[in-house]
């Protein structure tokens, strides 16, 4: 798979492909869709006239999504502008998407039958597109995990007091195994530990991946740092530095443009509406242009992107989001220099303008159109020249010891996000 390989082996060769892919697709799907419910809180966290945990248990008998083709997925990642894919190979129920040789509540066991991760796995490495796995640490189906003769909003944290948790760890050791010697080169596997992580024994797992497959990225959700960090729902406000955990509310104070060695890789995760499952009551989407922007403000911050899709019960994804994810794919056709292979931007904290940076160019994100000349102050190195990416045409500019000053057209040439790269010495 490109990029993927070990190279010189400096520190962050195996994270150099992530870094600069930036944009990627989640997908949540599983025999939840069929109930248009969320992937398994319903059972952990039941409601009033909700599902029932025997019968959220039972739907997997009815899951047949004869509709499925792995390269209808990479087709719309494509289109959007994704450069990797993460799939979710077993959710918090315990049902797993692949035919592990180690349960029987699995896809191989539905009407459907098949390995859908397999065929997924199998079509990305034909196409290129690399692939990371979501595992589930947390598993309310496994008898070693919990005691499951009680219901699952009793104990749906686990019992690692309980004699039987060894036997689950081991449990995990093999699926684990499954996923990184059976299905091809694995680009990264994304834990999802809820809380107590510490009880999963993270080093050991780590360890274990490394060992199997030494380029493949890994999470920081198994109570161990991991390769980059994992904000969900929200973009940090500032760029996210090591030794310092992120957060969705620091001030809007001036922050120092971090050193390259104290940058904290990072990625937020996040839905185009509200539920990761499908969910046919769902309409809460976010706008094309919300989302344009998200990309944005994470990029200029550093950080990657996993936009959320699931998909319906017969392996269709919804027009609402192949609409929203094609929108953002055309913006990425026009200034997709401005997001891929970049880093961090030298100027941060501006009201309308996020920057973004790479080789000799700086990138600025236009959110508001002004009236008057586009002012930046805070770049520290002379310009030698600055252009629309929308339609390429240069722009005059005047640049002091503390601003520059750019004219600009009248109309925003784009109705997202118009993108000025400007040239430096």
Request: aromatic content about 12%.
């Amino acid at each position: 798979m490109p990029g993927l390989g070990l190279g010189s082996g400096l520190a962050n060769d195996r994270t150099r492909w992530y870094r600069d892919a930036k944009f990627g697709m989640f997908i949540h799907w599983g025999p939840y869709s069929l109930a248009s419910v969320e992937a398994s809180w319903p059972i952990m966290t039941p409601t009033p006239g909700g599902i029932s945990e025997a019968e959220y248990r039972e739907l997997p008998r009815r899951f047949n999504p004869t509709k499925f083709d792995p390269n209808t997925f990479i087709d719309l990642a494509r289109s959007a502008g994704q450069e990797y894919i993460v799939f979710t190979t077993k959710h918090h129920d315990g049902f797993c998407m692949f035919d592990s040789s180690y349960t029987d509540y699995k896809i191989t066991h539905t009407p459907y039958g098949k390995d859908i991760v397999r065929q997924l796995a199998d079509a990305c490495e034909r196409r290129g597109m690399p692939l990371g796995f979501y595992y589930s640490p947390p598993d309310m189906h496994h008898t070693a995990f919990r005691d499951t003769t009680k219901s699952a909003k009793e104990n749906w944290n686990g019992e690692p007091v309980r004699p039987e948790w060894p036997t689950y760890l081991e449990y995990m050791r093999l699926q684990l195994t499954e996923l990184l010697t059976k299905y091809g080169p694995v680009a990264l596997i994304w834990f999802d530990g809820l809380h107590h992580q510490e009880k999963y024994e993270g080093n050991r797992f780590v360890e274990l991946i490394q060992e199997l497959q030494p380029a493949t990225l890994v999470n920081d959700r198994i109570g161990v740092p991991g390769d980059y960090q994992t904000p969900e729902q929200f973009i940090p406000k500032v760029i996210p530095t090591k030794g310092v955990r992120f957060a969705a509310t620091e001030s809007s104070v001036q922050q120092a443009i971090p050193a390259p060695e104290d940058f904290q890789l990072w990625e937020t995760c996040m839905t185009i509406n509200k539920t990761w499952a499908y969910n046919a009551n769902d309409r809460e989407y976010k706008s094309a242009d919300f989302l344009i922007r998200s990309l944005v403000e994470v990029a200029s911050r550093g950080g990657n992107f996993l936009l959320n899709v699931g998909p319906q019960p017969d392996g269709l994804i919804q027009p609402e989001f192949q609409q929203r994810l094609r929108s953002i794919g055309d913006w990425l056709a026009v200034n997709g220099e401005s997001i891929y292979g970049t880093t961090y931007g030298p100027v941060q904290n501006m009201k309308s303008v996020r920057t973004t940076a790479k080789r000799g160019r700086v990138f600025l994100h236009v959110f508001d159109w002004p009236s008057s000349p586009l002012e930046i102050s805070g770049l520290d190195t002379k310009v030698l020249s600055a252009r629309l990416l929308a339609g390429g045409q240069r722009l005059k500019f005047r640049q002091t010891e503390r601003q520059l000053q750019i004219d600009l057209p009248e109309q925003s040439p784009d109705p997202n996000v118009t993108v000025i790269a400007v040239r430096t010495l």
